[in-house]
């Protein structure tokens, strides 16, 4: 079992940043691959950023690329999400969760509101 919380979400204008935190616990973190998804409302989840268990390996969606960047600490089991140059299609909840199989994420956490204003 692997319990996650994120943190950081806020409101913010247009052109602003947010770094996200996603703090973990339970079984061994630091094994795991991780990702950061996105919900908007009356839409789909959608994936946003992941990183390799190591941290060696990331990948993004392109309409974040070159403006977010995922990094983890497995010292601190924490998992971050640095926002830079945010727009207001960015706002949605973000959810961090753990991969567990190829393809599956198999723990969430609660999800953290990020709003852009205009």
């Known amino acids: 079992q692997v319990q996650l919380v994120e943190s950081g979400g806020g409101l913010v204008q247009a052109g602003g940043s947010l770094r996200l935190s996603c703090a973990g616990s339970?079984?061994?973190?630091?094994?795991?691959?991780m990702g950061w998804f996105r919900q908007a409302p009356g839409k789909e989840r959608e994936f946003v950023a992941g990183?390799?268990?190591?941290?060696?390996?990331?990948n993004y969606v392109d309409s974040v690329k070159g403006r977010f960047t995922i990094s983890r600490d497995n010292r601190k089991n924490t998992v971050y999400l640095q926002m830079n140059s945010l727009k207001p299609d960015d706002t949605a909840v973000y959810y961090c969760?753990?991969?567990?199989?190829?393809?599956?994420?198999?723990?969430w956490g609660q999800g953290t509101q990020v709003t852009v204003s205009s």
């Open positions: 990183i390799s268990w190591s941290g060696g390996s990331t």
């Open positions: 969760a753990v991969r567990t199989d190829p393809g599956k994420y198999g723990y």
């Open positions: 339970g079984r061994t973190f630091s094994i795991y691959d």
